[in-house]
């Protein structure tokens, strides 16, 4: 098969849908693969690096686009690519096309096979192209909070893991899934008291044994969530029902009481997030202040680690791209549920109608 990769040219985006270790597994499996010169560039990956593992790099996106039966991507295609889509061609990428109407119509006119990282599910329900991003994201929201709540950032001054004689820092993690655990270890890590609060008392569990009592767990409650974030130092925003608004969970009155300097980093803010006052950011202008306290509420937080988001990204995709090479696209849907359950688009239809709301 042939499969093209071209450079990413949404705004900000540094992650390439595939590093040269992919394409040395494709191409040693007697797949082409042809690279557009520049896309690794962003996450540390330069055309010789992809040459050396057997890829062809080409000058332009139109010739990455119009040789490749299977296009692999990071971001959705922007209006300037909708033009290379056509019906012999598969796309595997992330799409999110409930928000994006324009890009479904394009599809659906097009007739392309649109196959959506995110939807990919295990039979356990887990959604195993989404996690790496959670990983990062949780485990960069501590990094951030610790750096937001120095001094000269304007924050209360606090060294999260403090020193003998000195008190640790509190963090609290609401939301104990993937990307609160992994805001759980960093803090662990620093030596800062960390709280987990969640909904679901079997993941307070699983999070009490996996942290060894290293961490207190609370169950979610209004009342709870008020006295933990009084006394917090950081908040991490980690909630997440799935396809639904993420709840409003702190609210203005608590910030309010909170102690001057304090942190919040709302990693939920893709879903709306969970902290009242919520508004998303970028990286060139992440935080604002509310009340005396500061948010960290940005959009796209792997956005902020190119190198390791490209890297956890492609290990967890690298599979599904092998299968849709080797087998072809329909027998590898119907070989794997977990990859059928990705399959958005196909031959003008919708065939995930939750696309539709
Ligand atoms: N900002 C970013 O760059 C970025 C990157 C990756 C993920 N995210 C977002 O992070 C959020 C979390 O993702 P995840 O993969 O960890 O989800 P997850 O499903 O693994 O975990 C969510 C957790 O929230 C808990 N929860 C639900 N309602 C709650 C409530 N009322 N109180 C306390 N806990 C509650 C659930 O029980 C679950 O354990 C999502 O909104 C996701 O889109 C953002």
Redesign the pocket.
């Known amino acids: 098969m042939i499969i093209g990769v071209p450079a990413e040219i949404k705004d900000s985006e540094r992650r390439v849908g595939m590093t040269p270790t992919g394409v040395d597994e494709l191409v040693a499996r007697g797949h082409r693969v042809l690279i557009q010169s520049g896309a690794g560039a962003g996450s540390g990956f330069s055309d010789d690096d992809y040459r050396a593992a057997g890829a062809e790099i080409v000058a332009t996106a139109v010739e990455v686009w119009n040789a490749a039966e299977l296009l692999v991507k990071v971001k959705e295609p922007i209006a300037a690519e909708y033009g290379y889509l056509r019906a012999d061609l598969t796309l595997f990428t992330y799409l999110h096309l409930a928000a994006d109407p324009a890009l479904t119509q394009a599809l659906v006119d097009a007739g392309t096979t649109a196959i959506a990282y995110e939807t990919v599910q295990l039979p356990d329900r887990?959604?195993p192209l989404?996690?790496p991003?959670?990983?990062?994201?949780?485990r960069?929201s501590v990094q951030v909070g610790a750096e937001h709540l120095l001094g000269p950032a304007g924050g209360r001054g606090i060294l999260l893991g403090g020193v003998p004689g000195t008190p640790r820092g509190r963090v609290v993690v609401?939301?104990?899934?993937?990307?609160?655990?992994?805001a759980a270890q960093m803090a662990v890590g620093l030596g800062a008291h960390v709280t987990i609060?969640?909904?679901?008392i079997p993941?307070l569990r699983v999070l009490d044994e996996q942290f060894g009592g290293r961490v207190d767990t609370r169950v979610?409650s209004r009342r709870t969530?008020s006295d933990l974030v009084a006394d917090a130092d950081l908040v991490v925003?980690?909630?997440?029902?799935?396809g639904a608004a993420?709840?409003k969970?702190v609210t203005l009155d608590m910030v309010e009481r909170m102690r001057p300097g304090s942190v919040l980093v709302?990693?939920?803010?893709?879903?709306g997030g969970?902290f009242e006052g919520t508004h998303a950011t970028t990286h060139s202008a992440p935080t604002y202040r509310v009340h005396d306290a500061i948010y960290y509420?940005?959009?796209?937080?792997?956005?902020a680690v190119p190198l390791t988001s490209t890297l956890a990204l492609t290990n967890a995709t690298l599979r599904y791209t092998i299968a849709l090479a080797d087998l072809g696209v329909d027998e590898a849907l119907a070989a794997d549920p977990s990859l059928a359950a990705g399959l958005s688009i196909r031959g003008g239809e919708v065939i995930d109608t939750r696309i539709l709301g």
């Open positions: 887990s959604l989404l996690a991003m959670s990983e990062i994201a949780g960069l609401i939301g104990g899934g993937v990307a609160g655990t992994h609060v969640d909904v679901s993941r979610s969530i925003g980690s909630v997440l029902i799935p993420a709840p969970l709302d990693i939920a803010v893709d879903q969970c509420a940005v959009a796209n937080m792997p956005g």
